[in-house]
């Protein structure tokens, strides 16, 4: 999806549809009658037609993806799109600290170290605005962001600072937190 994810705020969460549904443990049952939003983060061709690819919008941000067809339920009825991607958008507040990073994997890695030069140093030293060896063993949390997609964020704590003699003088290992 290009402006996506879409959510959908019409669609009705139904017995019908709770009992059909291989995840109903993510739905707030309370709702079950009710116009019940989704986030609809795809759709793909099924054996029956159509369908859009769905999560509820969980209370604790984690649910599987559901299948809903074109059209059931009332969840094509009324749908809001952002304008945007958001992915300039930080979500996580700061401080921030800018890397690049060439590939998405480390999103799922646990720390990343990473070679920086004396100017990335002096910005780091601005974000966390303290003297590093009371950021090192106090562990402050700041935010790593992509330089280029500021959404794509990790929270997390300086470990480790070295001064090296390659083409970065500094190297630098930050250990993700995850909330």
Same mark, same amino acid.
């Given at each position: 999806?290009? &402006? +996506?994810?879409?959510?959908?705020?019409? @669609?009705?969460?139904? !017995?019908?549809?709770?009992? !059909?549904?291989?995840?109903?443990?993510?739905?707030?049952?309370?709702?079950?009658?009710?116009?019940?939003? %989704?986030?609809?983060?795809? /759709?793909?061709? $099924?054996?029956? +037609?159509?369908?859009?690819?769905?999560?509820? %919008? $969980? &209370?604790? =941000?984690?649910?599987?993806?559901? #299948?809903? $067809?074109? &059209?059931?339920? +009332?969840?094509?009825?009324?749908?809001?799109?952002?304008?945007?991607?958001?992915?300039?958008?930080? /979500?996580?507040? +700061?401080?921030?600290?800018?890397?690049?990073?060439?590939?998405?994997?480390?999103? *799922?890695?646990?720390?990343? !170290?990473?070679?920086?030069?004396?100017?990335?140093?002096?910005?780091? =030293?601005?974000?966390?605005?303290?003297?590093?060896?009371?950021? %090192?063993? $106090? !562990?402050?949390? @700041?935010?790593?962001?992509? #330089? *280029?997609?500021?959404?794509?964020?990790?929270?997390?704590?300086?470990?480790? %600072?070295?001064?090296?003699?390659?083409?970065?003088? /500094?190297?630098?290992?930050?250990?993700?937190?995850?909330?």
């Amino acid at each position: 999806m290009a &402006r +996506g994810p879409v959510v959908s705020t019409s @669609f009705f969460l139904s !017995k019908s549809f709770m009992k !059909k549904c291989d995840a109903s443990f993510c739905f707030d049952k309370s709702l079950i009658g009710k116009e019940y939003p %989704l986030l609809i983060v795809g /759709w793909e061709m $099924a054996s029956f +037609g159509e369908v859009w690819l769905v999560q509820p %919008l $969980a &209370r604790d =941000g984690t649910s599987e993806t559901q #299948k809903v $067809a074109f &059209r059931q339920f +009332g969840i094509d009825d009324h749908c809001i799109a952002p304008l945007s991607t958001f992915e300039d958008t930080s /979500w996580q507040p +700061g401080p921030y600290f800018d890397i690049h990073f060439s590939g998405t994997e480390w999103h *799922t890695w646990t720390s990343v !170290k990473t070679g920086i030069t004396s100017d990335d140093l002096e910005e780091l =030293g601005n974000v966390l605005e303290e003297d590093f060896t009371k950021v %090192l063993k $106090a !562990k402050k949390k @700041f935010v790593t962001r992509s #330089k *280029t997609r500021h959404a794509h964020s990790r929270a997390g704590y300086l470990k480790t %600072l070295e001064r090296q003699t390659d083409e970065f003088p /500094w190297r630098i290992e930050i250990t993700f937190l995850d909330d």
